[in-house]
C-alpha cells in the first residue's frame, strides 16, 4: 500500500520562500509522473505542478517562474520549492500521482502565506 507523506508548510510573509517535501512509500516511484496539488478553504483541489518519470516539469500558470518541481528517485522523494509567496498560495498541498487512479490522499502540509 502506497503512503504519501507530506511535509514543509508553515506561515510565511508574502515574498517569502517555502521548500515542501512528499515522501512516497511503494514500488512504483520511479515509473510515475507526479505532482503536487492544493485546495484552499471552499476550493476545489488543483494540480499545481507535475514532473515526470524523465525529469519533465508542467506548472500551473498561477505559479510558473515562482515554483519548481524536482524528485530524488533514490530518496522516494518529490520537492516543491516555492518562492515569491503570495497571499493567494494560501492551501494545502498534497502530492500525488497525475494518472489515475490515484493514491489514497495524505494528509497534506498547510501552507498560510499572510504578513
Known amino acids: 500500500q502506497v503512503q504519501l507523506v507530506e511535509s514543509g508548510g508553515g506561515l510565511v510573509q508574502p515574498g517569502g520562500s517555502l521548500r515542501l517535501s512528499c515522501v512516497v512509500s511503494?514500488?512504483?516511484?520511479?515509473?510515475?509522473?507526479l505532482g503536487w496539488y492544493r485546495q484552499a478553504p471552499g476550493k476545489q483541489r488543483d494540480l499545481v505542478a507535475s514532473?515526470?518519470?524523465?525529469?519533465?516539469?508542467n506548472y500551473a500558470d498561477s505559479v510558473k517562474g515562482r515554483f519548481i518541481i524536482s524528485r530524488v528517485d533514490g530518496k522516494k522523494t518529490v520537492y516543491l520549492q516555492m518562492n515569491s509567496l503570495k497571499p493567494e498560495d494560501t492551501a494545502v498541498y498534497y502530492c500525488n500521482k497525475v494518472q489515475t487512479p490515484q493514491y489514497s490522499w495524505g494528509q497534506g502540509t498547510q501552507v498560510t502565506v499572510s504578513s
Open positions: 514532473i515526470t518519470s524523465g525529469g519533465t516539469t
Open positions: 511503494g514500488n512504483l516511484f520511479s515509473i510515475n509522473e
